[in-house]
């Protein structure tokens, strides 16, 4: 099983491109009274439920989604989640009408972060999954979407609020840790492929180990 401490190191886009510009992105913590995440936009989803054990948080699932797939904004995404996505929008959302998913978080390309599930709350995130010889990972892990592609690069500020995301979360809830966030492939091999090759593992780690 890969986790984020696992990834070999590597060639970086921060390598290539040199540091991102300055970028005005929220500042995130914890509120463990209602489980929220301040500086988050909140966008309540109805698809959640109680977990088997609600101090059971020991698992960060990274995913990537687009809808349409390969196309960005619009406000679709939000839409998935509150179940409100117009089926004859586009051919897509049709074969999807009766999904319902949701997550904890989303950071968008331009770094912003929503909200739409409480963290002590299960989101319908990771569907049918494993991890360290335990099934059912949305039974014991907080999901973060990430606005993208498999195959397109994620944006600076999309790197800067998971790594602030991921600190707010490691810092309020002591059972996770950082060896303990991966990716949806890594925990649905064959059946799911995000975040995909794009995302650079590296990068999010130096985010946690060098916040700026």
């Given amino acids: 099983m890969r986790s984020l401490m696992s990834r070999p190191a590597g060639h970086t886009r921060a390598d290539a491109d040199g540091p991102p510009p300055p970028m005005r992105l929220p500042r995130l913590s914890v509120d463990r009274r209602r489980h929220r995440l301040r500086g988050a936009r909140q966008r309540p989803s109805p698809n959640h439920d109680a977990r088997p054990h609600p101090r059971d948080l020991s698992l960060i699932v990274v995913h990537g989604i687009s809808l349409p797939p390969g196309r960005f904004g619009?406000?679709?995404?939000?839409?998935?989640?509150?179940n409100t996505l117009d089926p004859d929008a586009h051919p897509y959302f049709a074969a999807i009408r009766d999904l319902r998913v949701s997550t904890?978080?989303?950071?968008?390309?331009?770094?912003?972060?929503?909200?739409?599930?409480?963290?002590?709350?299960?989101?319908?995130?990771?569907?049918a999954s494993l991890f360290a010889g335990r099934a059912r990972c949305n039974d014991f892990s907080i999901g973060i979407e990430l606005e993208g592609a498999d195959t397109v690069a994620y944006?600076?500020?999309?790197?800067?609020?998971?790594?602030?995301?991921?600190?707010?979360?490691?810092?309020?809830?002591?059972?996770?840790?950082?060896?303990?966030?991966?990716?949806?492939?890594?925990?649905?091999?064959?059946?799911?492929?995000?975040?995909?090759?794009?995302?650079?593992?590296?990068?999010?780690?130096?985010?946690?180990?060098?916040?700026?």
Avoid at 74 to 82: C, P, S, Y
Avoid at 110 to 123: I, L, M
């Fill in 155 to 212: 944006e600076d500020a999309q790197y800067r609020t998971l790594g602030r995301c991921a600190r707010a979360l490691l810092s309020a809830y002591p059972t996770l840790a950082r060896d303990r966030i991966v990716g949806h492939s890594d925990i649905a091999p064959g059946r799911k492929t995000d975040p995909g090759p794009a995302f650079d593992w590296l990068r999010l780690h130096i985010e946690l180990e060098h916040p700026r």
């Fill in 74 to 82: 619009g406000g679709h995404i939000d839409r998935l989640f509150a």
């Fill in 104 to 127: 904890h978080l989303c950071v968008f390309r331009d770094g912003s972060v929503t909200q739409y599930v409480p963290f002590h709350r299960r989101a319908w995130h990771a569907g």
